[in-house]
């Protein structure tokens, strides 16, 4: 991987923030800098003003009371990532106060660790479970799923509207609650984890191969994203260097997800706006790329496809000459259909202007994928952090400036159009290589953090081993986690009938927040 201009992101006195890192690369557990709290704070606040970007904050139980903190900053202008961590009894004084990005994640913090951070301007139950990542000797709280507190706005002529859990349609659990002045939405509060199962505790107690299932299993949309991402993460940790031809079906794999789901986002908007025609030629394209995981796979959504040590199944030369010849005709369908949905006047109307969020408040809670580019933000790991193929054929990032449901309308358009570029060049020209490479066994106490560009944008895994090799930490973060306060915010001033077509231009995932 070359490096890019940029020097590394300092804290006050010229010290790096931390042990850097990048993507998908192991190191010791006892490089990872462990500060006074005081000092964590400082170099976490202070590096994400100077440019930098809170991916990551988990807690690690350590010894029988304690807990370490680890943080990890992305710098995505010279593709690097920090890390460095801190140790906790119980109170400490909050991060979010000085980096709104941190929010949600002293949230989880709370949730599962059973930490405090003094000074949280929000700390309220995040997905309403007891503590899984308790240190040995503390005693679990007892939690009370159903006592929330909700948000009130004041005033006679001001009115509560609940949607949720239940949904009309076929649709996962979640509750929205609108605060709202007539049909003007003042605020909504959005709350989830109605379906929590544990991935992390699972993963962390299961063989490499029983864990393989669970992390497809993460977000039901997501197969290749957070599957490629275990790998890895797993990969790193085992050494295993896969064949260029494996990493390129991979990437094949990963680009066609993002095009089945891009296409079927377009056409759910078409079909709210009621513009039916390209309501049914997206849903139709979107089943056509489906197809083609079908083909490679078995499975419409990706199962068993990527393996650690590389696919568990190649793309034979007759099956990638099919290939070629669907995506031709791929490409011209979302052409035609693109122009007949794009350029369409009421469609434009009724998009444009909606839902916006600004570019201020993305970068200040840390918006990623087509949330964020449609904030004209260019942030991708594809291009900040390549791994794999991405490292030798780059897609340019697709952005927009508004900010609003028109704008991620329109990058979904442009990604579609490339990704069906990069998938044609890769397939034209797979190199030779074995399939599948032997997974060595786990390096003990090593550290990895491993991040994806999935359809809904960044996928971060970090894993920790234990003295033995076995998985000590599984931490996930589907990028739903960073975009549902999206959600909420581009409702404020918006009226409520515009609630499932901005819900739909994010398309978040359930699943994935709720873990």
């Not at 949600?104 to 479970?129: I, Y």
């Not at 079927?264 to 709210?272: C, E, S």
């Not at 009421?346 to 994928?369: H, N, P, Q």
Request: proline share 6%; aromatic share 8%; charged share 25%.
């Amino acid at each position: 991987m070359s490096e890019r201009s940029g020097s590394p992101i300092r804290a006050a006195g010229g010290d790096a923030v931390g042990l850097a890192l990048r993507n998908r690369w192991s190191v010791p557990w006892r490089e990872v800098p462990e500060l006074a709290i005081e000092r964590f704070r400082q170099r976490v606040v202070q590096g994400v003003r100077a440019g930098a970007r809170l991916c990551l904050l988990f807690g690690v139980p350590e010894d029988d009371a304690d807990t370490r903190i680890v943080a990890v900053l992305a710098e995505d202008h010279a593709g690097r990532l920090f890390a460095l961590s801190t140790r906790v009894e119980f109170r400490y004084p909050a991060l979010t106060p000085g980096c709104p990005s941190a929010h949600l994640f002293e949230r989880e913090l709370a949730e599962q660790c059973g930490l405090v951070p003094e000074g949280h301007p929000w700390l309220k139950p995040l997905r309403r479970h007891p503590p899984d990542h308790l240190p040995a000797r503390r005693p679990a709280p007892e939690i009370d799923r159903e006592a929330y507190s909700f948000a009130r706005v004041g005033g006679g002529q001001v009115h509560e509207v609940a949607v949720g859990p239940v949904h009309a349609g076929v649709i996962e659990p979640g509750h929205f609650r609108f605060q709202a002045h007539g049909e003007e939405v003042l605020f909504l509060e959005i709350v989830l984890g109605y379906q929590h199962r544990g991935v992390e505790r699972l993963l962390e107690r299961s063989s490499i191969e029983r864990a393989m299932p669970v992390a497809e299993s993460i977000a039901g949309d997501t197969v290749i994203g957070h599957s490629e991402t275990f790998c890895g993460a797993i990969e790193a940790l085992g050494r295993c260097q896969k064949s260029v031809r494996a990493q390129s079906v991979r990437a094949i794999a990963l680009e066609i997800e993002r095009l089945a789901n891009h296409l079927g986002d377009l056409g759910a908007l078409a079909g709210d706006v009621a513009f039916a025609p390209a309501a049914a030629y997206f849903g139709r394209m979107r089943g056509e790329c489906l197809n083609l995981l079908l083909e490679l796979s078995g499975n419409r959504f990706g199962r068993g496809l990527v393996r650690p040590g590389g696919v568990g199944f190649d793309l034979e030369p007759a099956m990638a000459a099919d290939f070629r010849r669907r995506l031709a005709g791929l490409a011209r369908d979302a052409d035609s259909v693109g122009e007949l949905f794009f350029e369409n006047e009421s469609v434009r109307a009724r998009l444009e202007g909606v839902g916006a969020t600004a570019r201020d408040a993305c970068e200040a809670l840390g918006f990623v994928g087509p949330a964020a580019r449609a904030c004209d933000v260019e942030r991708d790991i594809r291009h900040d952090h390549p791994y794999g193929a991405f490292r030798f054929t780059q897609i340019p990032v697709s952005t927009a400036w508004a900010g609003d449901v028109a704008a991620r309308a329109l990058v979904r358009g442009l990604e579609i159009r490339r990704s069906l570029e990069f998938v044609a060049e890769q397939i034209a020209a797979l190199p030779d290589g074995p399939p599948r490479q032997t997974l060595a066994p786990l390096r003990p106490d090593e550290f990895v953090v491993a991040l994806t560009e999935g359809w809904r944008g960044e996928i971060a895994h970090a894993v920790l081993t234990d003295a033995r090799g076995g998985i000590r930490r599984y931490k996930v973060k589907d990028p739903s986690f960073h975009n549902w306060p999206a959600l909420a915010l581009a409702m404020q001033a918006n009226q409520i009938s515009d609630f499932p077509l901005c819900n739909k231009s994010f398309n978040l995932s359930y699943a994935g927040h709720d873990l």
